[in-house]
T-cell receptor, first 114, second 111 residues
């Protein structure tokens, strides 16, 4: 089945130790998003790629970076995680086959910072 | 800033009852969508309603949109324990723009 896969599902890191989360998709969607979701809150958009074009949200901290080496893969790098970065990180995709801007989400990567 | 606000924040009902959740937003929109999120999982798209539509049905789901009041409601009829989840509305200002999510309603359906 076509889907969005995130790895790892659970990541534990130490304060200041870099982390990379990955997202892959088999939908051939051209747009990929990274959202941060803290407990009982709305998902907050960090950045997105429209094809290869990177779009950063104005309030996304510099600590967060992203790479999209090809259509199928996207990575979220957190350079120096702080306690406040503990959250669920959600990858989502959309494309012409989805209609409008309907998002397909992965299952998420839950980050714990010790 | 968040576009959508939802109420109630939490809703607890018995199986078989109907559940109604409301969403208000601030700017003009192209479409409004509802998503469901089971605990610890990603969001799943439920239904989309366009700005020129007033009501839409999908199975046990009924969505209404009132653009004059900038509000939407999601009705789940004959609820089941498996409907227990968080429900989020999301708005798009244009057909291709990014979505902005509301704070969500936590629905608990008791068997």
């Amino acid at each position: 089945d076509a889907m969005v896969i995130q790895n790892p599902r659970y990541q534990v890191t130490q304060f200041g130790k870099p982390v990379t989360l990955s997202c892959s998709q088999t939908l051939n969607h051209n747009v990929m998003y990274w959202y941060q979701q803290k407990s009982s809150q709305a998902p907050k958009l960090l950045f997105h790629y429209y094809d290869k074009d990177f779009n950063n949200e104005a309030d996304t901290p510099d600590n967060f970076q992203s790479r999209r080496p090809n259509t199928s893969f996207c990575f979220l790098d957190i350079r120096s995680p702080g306690l406040g970065d503990a959250a669920m990180y959600l990858c989502a995709t959309t494309g012409k086959s989805s209609g409008a801007n309907v998002l397909t989400f992965g299952a998420g990567s839950r980050l714990t910072v010790l | 800033s968040q576009q959508g606000e939802e109420d109630p924040q939490a809703l607890s009902i018995q199986e078989g009852e109907n559940a109604t959740m409301n969403c208000s937003y601030k700017t003009s929109i192209n479409n409004l969508q509802w998503y469901r999120q089971n605990s610890g999982r990603g969001l799943v798209h439920l239904i989309l309603i366009r700005s020129n539509e007033r009501e839409k049905h999908s199975g046990r789901l009924r969505v209404t949109l009132d653009t004059s009041k900038k509000s939407s409601s999601l009705l789940i009829t004959a609820s089941r324990a498996a409907d227990t989840a968080s429900y989020f509305c999301a708005t798009a200002e244009t057909s291709g723009s990014r979505l902005t999510f509301g704070e969500g309603t936590q629905l608990t359906v008791n068997p």
